[in-house]
């Protein structure tokens, strides 16, 4: 039972630079959670799913795409990489709205 | 707009001594969650407090909620060198299906 994955580990980006981020989960969990930390922060809320075939916005959502094709899987797009967006991103998922959220090793962004 | 506020953002104990972290919010919610982030790691659920006046323990660990203050505390017994790591309090944005608004982070630093 891994619990929530996610991939790449790490990735350098040019300005402009398109990348999809990879989370897989083998708990059947429903919710599914994409959040970037940047340093001095706690996590904010990019994207999220609460079902196959569904996402929705976040706290900070602009400049990134989502798609939840398979129960298991989240992914989450940069179509045009900004400096900006340099970060580390952790996706996570829970079974219920309010269980606990799992979350997967975190990938570690920049965008130069 | 729900936001979170956690302090102290730093906090160096010696051993064996006794500490409280504070989580503090801006509008009613009764969801509540502590987490623990070991540098460059990802985050380890400790707590899920869903109502008012709960109040669990793990260990060196009790974290408490008081919906009507809005506030929930970490408090510290007897602390130890392993404690050491950063805590997130995240509250649950209420109407939001399971959307969580993280503190900054309180940076526990333990020395003997």
């Known amino acids: 039972n891994a619990g929530v994955t996610q991939t790449p580990k790490f990735r350098v980006l040019k300005t402009g630079q398109s990348m999809t981020l990879l989370c897989a989960q083998d708990?059947?969990?429903?919710?599914m959670y994409w959040y970037r930390q940047d340093p001095g922060m706690g996590l904010r809320l990019i994207h999220y799913?609460?079902?196959?075939?569904?996402?929705a916005k976040g706290e900070v959502p602009d400049g990134y795409n989502v798609s939840r094709l398979k129960k298991q899987n989240f992914l989450l797009g940069l179509e045009s990489a900004a400096p900006s967006q340099t970060s580390v991103y952790f996706c996570?998922?829970?079974?219920?709205?309010?269980?606990?959220?799992?979350f997967g090793p975190g990938t570690r962004l920049t965008v130069l | 707009e729900l936001k979170v506020e956690q302090n102290p953002l730093f906090l160096s104990m010696q051993e064996g001594k006794n500490y409280t972290i504070y989580c503090n919010y801006s509008t009613t919610s009764d969801r509540l969650y502590w987490y623990r982030q070991d540098p460059g790691k990802s985050l380890e659920s400790l707590f899920v407090?869903?109502?008012?006046?709960a109040v669990k323990q793990e260990g060196r660990l009790m974290a408490s909620l008081d919906t009507k203050a809005r506030l929930s505390t970490l408090h510290i017994t007897a602390a130890v060198h392993d404690l050491s790591a950063t805590y997130f309090c995240a509250v649950g944005e209420r109407g939001s299906q399971g959307n969580l608004i993280f503190g900054k982070g309180t940076k526990l630093s333990v020395k003997p």
């Open positions: 708990m059947n969990h429903e919710y």
């Open positions: 407090l869903l109502s008012n006046g």
């Open positions: 996570a998922s829970s079974s219920e709205t309010w269980d606990e959220q799992f």
């Open positions: 799913s609460v079902g196959e075939g569904t996402t």
